[in-house]
């Protein structure tokens, strides 16, 4: 084995084949099972491209009627699930709730033991259904409220909203929120989703590998950038200002943390090295929210830290940069955003879960030893 055989972060490794997306930085495209994320984001609702996830084909109006059905009827908050999250502090990070309550959704699960694929498909769509309540109740318990019940009367999106403010939301906010779901949703071998395969190349369960993925997507440099996004907004300030003073603010705070070698949160990717896919998208979701709640006042900072950095750095912003926004405006702390990730997320990880339990393969890699040459116990050491 040679240093040079070494991929640090596995940089540039083809690790598998998947057939569930397919990201491209040279066209700065990202397709979800063949179709681009932008027209899905634009034509479809954000349970229609969970079953494509899934199950690689567009839903029938039957296919579509029975997941409708099952997923309205998931939706309530598990009594256990509900008793586990009381156990934990509101000063916990919501990542670690949600992580919590994926589990304990395992521990209850009635077909915990059946990995067919069949069995993880229901078990997939449950875990779907049953997530937005987590969110709903740990965003309101932190606010002193109680919880909403859902109302099936509602999609996904509304509901979701339904349960976390207690008002109906308006369209172009359900909107906004779904088309941020549909974009979140996938993104082939990302850090969260090889975990998720990695626990599952062992054979274990759906619920574990989701509960590691979570983990996974906790960390600030991979779904945590969207919550930090609106700390770095926080530090510079959101003033009601001309956008050019706004712009001038945020270069000089740019040019103070690059010199601090600090890594600015909601710019960069591992593979899309001239922009991700998904940000023009987002982009208009963002725009949407700051018409409909008149805010203005945050795309100076918005407009003025992406130009700075794309001027100093040459560094382009991904998809947590209007998300972040997005989110605060709507309502919800900055805390719940990576929550927010992962309710969405949950639909690719399961898929990968099953792709990789279809066609599975340890996943262990190798590592070259730098630690010391082989020596013995000291003679006292051995004896204690
Ligand atoms: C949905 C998602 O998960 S998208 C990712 C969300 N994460 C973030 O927004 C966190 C901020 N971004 C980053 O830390 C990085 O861009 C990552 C981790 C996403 C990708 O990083 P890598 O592919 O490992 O690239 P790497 O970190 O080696 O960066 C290459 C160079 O660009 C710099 N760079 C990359 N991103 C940033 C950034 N956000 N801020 C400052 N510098 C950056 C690095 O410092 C490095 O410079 P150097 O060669 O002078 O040391
Ligand atoms: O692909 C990645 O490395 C991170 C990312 O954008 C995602 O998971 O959506």
Not at 34 to 39: D, L, R
Not at 79 to 104: F, K, Q, W, Y
Request: proline share 6%; net charge negative; charged share 25%.
């Amino acid at each position: 084995m040679n240093d040079n055989e070494v991929r640090k972060g596995l940089a540039g490794v083809i690790a598998d084949y998947t057939s569930i997306s397919k990201v491209n930085p040279e066209t700065n495209s990202l397709l979800y099972r063949g179709y681009p994320v932008q027209q899905l984001a634009e034509q479809l609702s954000f349970e229609d491209v969970a079953l494509l996830l899934w199950t690689g084909q567009l839903p029938t109006p039957q296919e579509r009627e029975e997941f409708l059905q099952l997923e309205r009827e998931h939706r309530d908050l598990d009594e256990n699930v509900r008793s586990a999250i009381d156990l934990l502090s509101t000063d916990c990070h919501p990542m670690d709730v949600g992580r919590t309550a994926v589990s304990v959704i395992g521990t209850n699960h009635p077909l915990a033991a059946d990995s067919s694929p069949e069995a993880e498909l229901i078990k997939a769509k449950e875990l779907f259904a049953a997530f937005p309540a987590v969110v709903a109740y740990d965003q309101r318990r932190r606010r002193g409220l109680d919880a909403v019940p859902p109302r099936s009367d509602l999609d996904y999106s509304q509901n979701f909203l339904w349960m976390t403010f207690g008002e109906e939301a308006a369209p172009e906010v359900v909107d906004a929120f779904r088309v941020s779901m549909v974009l979140y949703a996938e993104h082939s071998f990302n850090a969260s989703t090889f975990t998720a395969r990695v626990v599952t190349s062992t054979l274990s369960d759906l619920h574990s590998a989701v509960t590691a993925a979570i983990g996974a997507l906790k960390g600030p440099l991979h779904g945590g950038a969207n919550e930090a996004v609106m700390h770095t907004f926080e530090e510079i300030g959101i003033e009601d200002e001309p956008a050019a003073e706004a712009a001038a603010r945020a270069r000089a705070w740019l040019e103070q943390a690059l010199a601090e070698r600090r890594k600015i949160m909601g710019f960069g990717h591992r593979v899309y090295k001239n922009g991700d896919s998904r940000v023009p998208s987002m982009k208009r979701a963002l725009d949407a929210m700051v018409a409909h709640y008149g805010r203005q006042e945050i795309m100076g900072l918005y407009d003025g830290l992406q130009d700075a950095m794309e001027e100093v750095k040459g560094i382009k912003p991904n998809l947590d940069y209007p998300a972040g926004p997005t989110y605060h405006l709507m309502g919800f702390d900055t805390e719940m955003f990576t929550p927010l990730f992962i309710a969405s997320r949950i639909t690719g990880w399961t898929a990968h879960i099953m792709e990789q339990r279809s066609a599975n393969s340890l996943i262990r890699p190798l590592s070259i030893y730098r630690g010391p040459d082989e020596r013995s116990l000291p003679p006292v050491a051995a004896a204690a």
